[in-house]
């Protein structure tokens, strides 16, 4: 027990899992209940829908702070104690989010019909997507702030951000549902990052102030080239990525029907339920840590360590899963009969997406952007074209099968294109 503690204190990885697994577990227990009523209630086409308009809110997470996240953690965790660095670091960012909320604002506003249209069908919810309009700005600070929190590291208080912020929206999810029906489920995703940021302004208000001076900020971009970068960065694995969810959702629903689309969509949110254990671990840790590595012996050491850590606990969480994956539909989804062929091609493919991911967080960390846009246009482009080829054959399933097969490739892609930057970076050294 002492050799376990000892273990245990003195491994950062495992601390932040360890805690983030607390609070996604009680997440997802929420989720869970959350998940069933939302199922009982509206069926497949209802879950085909929600998820619509959570792909939606993904893209606009990432315009609307002109993909900045990233580059914020990166920034932080390397300049926390250099003010005049972060201050005029906070000047390009606040200029990019206002760029990219106004563009946003601007696109959903007068494109509202087309994208209504787009996503359902139908113009029964253009007014939610009209509200949409009004918030990115909201979701621009948001997403810095949130960025700022993971740059500086502190996994306590962010686990207490997570927790009570998805408290909070579920609450305002039940309540809209009761009122508002499947509406109102929609209203509630949309406005949710106007209670994320009243938490994190609530906990975290005083570090924020501390780390930046408002007083000082002015409209100037001298971060401008290296933001850009990230810009780059994240149009490519969110908002290309969630477009691509959206076509296939469409495509489904389309060629076969609105219950596969459901079936789908139901597997990714089980998917993004347990994922999300790992997204912690990224920010709060491997970004801030890889920033910081600049030898292949290291990084090798680190990436062996981490695997050591998580993939284990990863394992065995997704192979319960996979065991009682009957017991979660009857749980979550009942009724919804074409959900278990799903389980296995998608467990496999997210096991081997989380070795990928914890070594392709080094393009981002380096800001490697030529190399993390190809490996990800790889990726997604090998998706996009298994995925619309299987699901002709396959339903469904055949999506999911996509998404194994693509991992698969990615992870030695990843796996090269890492090696060569480190042979390179070697080779250079040599030469001086």
Do not use: C
Not at 380 to 400: C, D, H
Request: aromatic residues 16%; glycine residues 6%; proline residues 2%.
């Amino acid at each position: 027990m002492k050799n376990f503690k000892s273990i245990f204190k003195g491994n950062l990885v495992l601390k932040i899992t360890s805690l983030n697994a607390v609070v996604i577990a009680i997440r997802l227990v929420i989720s869970l209940v959350i998940q069933r009523i939302l199922a009982v209630t509206f069926g497949e086409v209802g879950i085909a829908k929600i998820g619509q308009i959570r792909n939606l809110m993904q893209i606009i997470t990432s315009t609307a702070s002109f993909g900045t996240f990233n580059g914020v953690v990166k920034y932080v965790s390397e300049h926390s104690e250099k003010k005049a660095i972060l201050n005029k670091f906070f000047n390009t960012v606040f200029v990019f989010g206002f760029i990219g909320s106004f563009l946003s604002a601007t696109i959903l506003f007068f494109n509202a019909s087309w994208i209504t249209q787009s996503l359902f069908g139908n113009l029964d919810f253009l007014e939610l997507i009209k509200i949409l309009a009004f918030l990115p700005p909201v979701i621009a600070i948001n997403i810095i702030f949130s960025g700022l929190i993971n740059g500086l590291s502190d996994y306590k208080k962010y686990a207490k951000i997570e927790l009570v912020s998805y408290l909070l929206s579920a609450v305002l999810l039940l309540v809209f549902l009761y009122n508002y029906q499947l509406e109102g489920v929609l209203f509630s995703i949309i406005i949710t990052p106007i209670l994320q940021l009243f938490v994190i302004l609530y906990i975290f208000g005083s570090i924020i102030k501390k780390h930046i001076n408002f007083k000082n900020i002015k409209v100037e971009i001298p971060f401008a080239k290296e933001l850009l970068g990230f810009t780059l960065m994240s149009f490519v694995s969110s908002i290309l990525l969630n477009y691509i969810e959206l076509d296939i959702r469409t495509t489904i629903s389309n060629k076969i029907s609105t219950n596969e689309a459901g079936y789908w969509t139901a597997m990714t949110f089980i998917s993004k339920n347990y994922m999300v254990f790992s997204s912690g671990l990224f920010t709060l840790y491997v970004i801030p840590k890889f920033a910081r590595i600049y030898e292949g012996h290291v990084f090798k050491k680190e990436v062996l360590n981490i695997y050591k850590t998580i993939l284990p606990l990863f394992g065995l969480g997704m192979l319960l899963v996979y065991i009682f994956r009957k017991l979660v539909i009857e749980i979550v989804y009942p009724n919804f009969l074409g959900l278990e062929p799903l389980f296995k091609w998608q467990l496999i493919g997210d096991f081997i997406r989380l070795a990928a991911l914890v070594v392709s967080h080094q393009f981002l960390a380096k800001k490697m952007v030529k190399i993390f846009i190809i490996t990800e246009l790889m990726s997604l482009g090998l998706f996009y074209i298994l995925a619309k080829y299987l699901v002709v054959i396959y339903g469904a399933e055949g999506v999911v099968m996509a998404h194994l097969y693509r991992n698969i490739i990615y992870f030695f892609i990843v796996l090269f294109a890492v090696w060569n930057y480190f042979k390179m970076q070697k080779s250079n050294i040599d030469y001086e």
